[in-house]
């Protein structure tokens, strides 16, 4: 029972966890002021649904959270913590409709609703490479300081290998409880290329000039947020000295080495004298919205400030290597995703995607439907129409 026990905790995900609790705290409370056991095993179906569908109106007015009307998700994943949470303890979801995933039909069809009055998403939208670099050239200027030069190579390495923003930057208070872990000094291996040409692994304690002239550098993630472990990242030099995802990647490596013995240290850190300081997500969130600003995003791009955040860099990265000619299987596997959501990240919006495609649209195949041979000989009627037409062009 200990090892079932702790291979269940393991399983799930701590922010998950609590916000299941959360929910099902308040789903107490207000079937214990309604009168409904709060277990549903002893409700009839319509108590069943009339309970839910009232509770979600609860939850959607912003009762459970800060008075203000919240989107749909918020709803769903407040029945659903009530319905998981029921069928931990006896093995019937009583959300949902026998043999399906879906809620109960009234409360289904509630939820719908409320999807439909939802306003459109705004999501963040990409960068390019501009804004890192212009980070990175802060960060290399003279009397930069060092959060300033921890923030420029962080904003390299999160684009060139599409991070997200909990793998480079140290957990605040409010994201303790996810999954993600971040990179430490033991995650980075740097590779040089033998005289044959083929890439071998660099000692931990190779000097700085060894590890400045290496050709690629990799990067082995412990756990992330789909649960995938060991996932390694490699990236190649790409010809720049100061903009190379690798060497940013060395002179981080150099900066913490210098600084601390224990490969246990994260690569957010970064020490001013003898006190250790970390890059955090609002660091790269300013240092992101002023760098769009000075580049003039909003004018030259048509992209507001206000859409850009850490999110622009993982899918500035994927949008670069789509617009780059990168075929789906490989956006998918630099930026570990596991399904078809990376697709999301892919800003059709942006001009370059649609560029030349009207004039390619224009082209005429002279394509001919073959299913019609079922009903129609194609064949009699296509020679019997270029014999008229030969014949008009005869007379």
Not at 307 to 328: E, F
Not at 363 to 380: C, E, I, M, P, W
Request: glycine share 8%.
């Amino acid at each position: 029972m200990r090892i079932a026990d702790a291979a269940f905790y393991a399983g799930r995900v701590a922010a998950t966890t609590k916000d299941r609790a959360k929910y099902w705290d308040h789903w107490g409370r207000y079937c214990s002021h309604v009168g409904v056991d709060p277990t549903l095993q002893t409700a009839s179906y319509l108590e069943r649904v009339r309970a839910l569908s009232s509770f979600a109106g609860r939850v959607r007015s912003g009762a459970l959270g800060r008075g203000r009307k919240v989107q749909a998700n918020t709803v769903v994943s407040a029945i659903s913590a009530v319905g998981q949470t029921i069928a931990l303890d006896y093995g019937v979801n009583p959300t949902k409709q026998d043999g399906s995933e879906k809620f109960l039909l009234r409360l289904q069809i509630i939820v719908d609703g409320m999807r439909k009055e939802d306003p459109m998403t705004t999501k963040k939208l990409p960068v390019e490479s501009d804004v890192p670099e212009y980070l990175a050239r802060i960060g290399g200027g003279n009397g930069a300081t060092e959060v300033e030069k921890a923030v420029g190579d962080q904003s390299l390495i999160a684009f060139y290998y599409l991070l997200r923003v909990g793998e480079y930057t140290i957990k605040g208070s409010r994201n303790e409880t996810k999954q993600t872990v971040q990179f430490k000094m033991e995650d980075l291996t740097f590779f040089k290329k033998d005289m044959m040409g083929l890439l071998r692994k660099l000692p931990r304690n190779s000097s700085d000039d060894e590890i400045m002239t290496a050709d690629s550098a990799t990067l082995k993630l412990d756990n992330q947020k789909n649960g995938w472990k060991g996932v390694c990242v490699h990236q190649e030099a790409n010809g720049e000295l100061i903009f190379c995802p690798f060497r940013t990647l060395g002179r981080r490596y150099i900066h913490i080495r210098n600084n601390v013995a224990s490969q246990k240290c994260q690569l957010s850190a970064y020490f001013v004298g003898n006190t250790r300081y970390d890059v955090t997500a609002e660091n790269m969130s300013r240092a992101l919205k002023c760098a769009a600003e000075a580049l003039e995003y909003p004018a030259m791009k048509g992209i507001p400030v206000e859409r850009i955040d850490t999110h622009s860099l993982r899918s500035g990265g994927a949008n670069a290597l789509a617009l780059a000619g990168y075929s789906d299987t490989q956006i998918q596997k630099m930026g570990r995703w596991r399904g078809a959501t990376f697709k999301e990240y892919i800003r059709e919006e942006l001009a370059s995607f649609s560029a030349g495609m009207s004039t390619s649209m224009k082209q005429k195949f002279n394509f001919v439907n073959v299913a019609a041979g079922a009903y129609h000989n194609v064949t009699d009627v296509t020679a019997a129409i270029v014999a008229s037409h030969y014949n008009a062009a005869a007379a």
